[in-house]
């Protein structure tokens, strides 16, 4: 089951992840992510019950979509649930991190490198090590798909034990033969990425497929 989850992560990361697949004009690549973010917002109220999320973001046009899509999907008109989003243009202008809300999700992808988005990870990730925030970690595709994250564990002996102790780590995968995006609990052990426990699916509607297909 590992190892299809990674060819399945890996296959789908143009297609979550940044503008570099030529597939799609911009405009649709901004409704692929509506469609994207919604599932998000909507796994992290209805499947794991947050009330309240601070997303981590660059600062392109793709992952604004992205962000403003898991608002819509997440937040209720009632106001119950809250979302903070801090906008992180460039590595070296991570702050100290010490967010309030039950979890932090990290999406960084758009028409950002993979250099800068790994960049942003790795800050981030030190960041919060540092403070030992105790809250979920959400992560995008675009970085869970490259390892990023347990290249972070790897290379900061810090971030490594911080993600080693925690059972609160999510992220998602598309499965294109199934028609379906899955959430996972997932987790960082010795620098190494693995696959814990599915805990839902969300089936692609046929417009977010053809999407999907499209953008690879």
């Not at 989850?5 to 940044?18: E, H, R």
């Not at 540092?130 to 564990?153: E, S």
């Not at 620098?191 to 053809?210: C, M």
Request: hydrophobic share 45%; aromatic share 6%.
């Amino acid at each position: 089951m590992r190892q299809r989850t990674g060819w399945l992560l890996l296959a789908a990361v143009s297609a979550l992840g940044g503008a570099q697949a030529q597939g799609l004009t911009l405009g649709e690549h901004l409704v692929l992510r509506g469609y994207t973010g919604q599932a998000f917002g909507k796994a992290m109220a209805e499947v794991l019950g947050l009330k309240s999320v601070h997303v981590l973001t660059n600062n392109t046009s793709i992952c604004a979509a992205l962000v403003g899509a898991m608002g819509a999907g997440y937040l209720d008109a009632e106001g119950k649930r809250r979302m903070a989003v801090t906008v992180l243009p460039s590595p070296a202008e991570v702050p100290p991190l010490t967010p309030k809300e039950e979890a932090v999700a990290l999406i960084f992808g758009g028409q950002a490198t993979p250099e800068t988005n790994y960049g942003l990870t790795l800050e981030s990730l030190r960041s919060l090590a540092k403070a030992n925030y105790p809250g979920a970690l959400f992560f995008h595709l675009r970085i869970w798909a490259p390892g990023f994250v347990g290249k972070a564990a790897q290379e900061d002996a810090e971030v490594g034990r911080y993600l080693a102790a925690k059972g609160n780590l999510y992220a998602v995968t598309a499965d294109l033969n199934a028609k379906v995006v899955r959430l996972w609990q997932v987790a960082v052990k010795d620098g190494k990425q693995t696959t814990v426990k599915e805990l839902a699916t969300v089936p692609l509607n046929p417009a977010w497929e053809d999407l999907l297909r499209r953008s690879l």
